[in-house]
């Protein structure tokens, strides 16, 4: 017997519920965050909630986009918008309760946190650095956050240490680029 395939055949709006076999999904677009682009979805009647890569499960995620203030916004978002959803499916790990969002919180705030303590120190040994992390800085960095999570693997085929080497030059970059937008406007 020949085996049909059905190729995607309509496109779904950001807060469209579609059922397909008597299951409603909602879809959600989010924007940038871990990537250019992430949805959502959701079950509402099953009260089961798809992250995609929004929350990582014990896992350093790639914060490489650079963009980790949004993606605190988003996981914030859905603390607020989804506190029905009893299992998330997260993008890398076991599906668990809401407890996951608290843990990508805490990790991606301490990830900051290591970073910006790092810049505030290039910036006190030269006031015109504007914070640039020494390989030492970062050598700090990934040994404090190894001692935090130190069952963490990588969520991508990157060797650990060159992902969270990733990680610190584009957090560093966000933090140095916010803290220059805050100082243009104040």
């Not at 409603?24 to 992250?51: H, K, M, S, W």
Request: glycine share 6%.
């Amino acid at each position: 017997m020949k085996k049909l395939s059905v190729l995607p055949n309509m496109l779904v709006n950001s807060g469209e519920n579609i059922t397909i076999d008597s299951i409603t999904y909602n879809f959600e677009n989010f924007g940038v965050g871990e990537a250019p682009d992430t949805t959502l979805i959701y079950l509402p009647l099953q009260r089961l909630l798809f992250t995609g890569d929004v929350v990582n499960d014990c896992m350093h995620p790639a914060l490489i986009g650079g963009h980790s203030k949004e993606w605190l916004d988003q996981l914030k978002y859905i603390f607020k918008n989804y506190p029905d959803a009893k299992i998330l499916f997260p993008g890398h790990g076991t599906p668990r309760s809401q407890t996951l969002l608290n843990e990508q919180l805490d990790y991606i705030n301490t990830f900051r946190s290591l970073v910006k303590a790092e810049i505030q120190s290039a910036r006190d040994v030269d006031a015109k650095d504007p914070g640039n992390i020494t390989e030492q800085g970062k050598q700090q960095i990934i040994s404090t956050l190894q001692k935090i999570y130190p069952n963490y693997i990588g969520v991508a085929s990157i060797p650990i240490h060159a992902l969270l080497d990733l990680n610190i030059n584009a957090i560093s970059s966000e933090l140095i680029n916010e803290s220059s937008n805050f100082d243009a406007k104040h």
